[in-house]
């Protein structure tokens, strides 16, 4: 495996795991209705 394939892997594994650790405290939190899951709406429609 190449270096660059590696280190891209890895970078997407920390944003994966970020992500979720995110999502799953927003959850335990305040549960679905956390404004992290709703990024629908206009306050958090740029969110990312």
Not at 5 to 34: E, M, P, Q, R
Request: hydrophobic fraction near 40%; glycine fraction near 8%.
């Amino acid at each position: 495996m190449h270096l660059g394939h590696i280190l891209l892997l890895t970078v997407f594994f920390v944003l994966f795991s970020w992500l979720f650790y995110k999502g799953y405290t927003a959850y335990k939190k305040n549960g679905w209705d956390d404004p992290f899951f709703k990024s629908g709406d206009d306050s958090h429609s740029n969110h990312f």
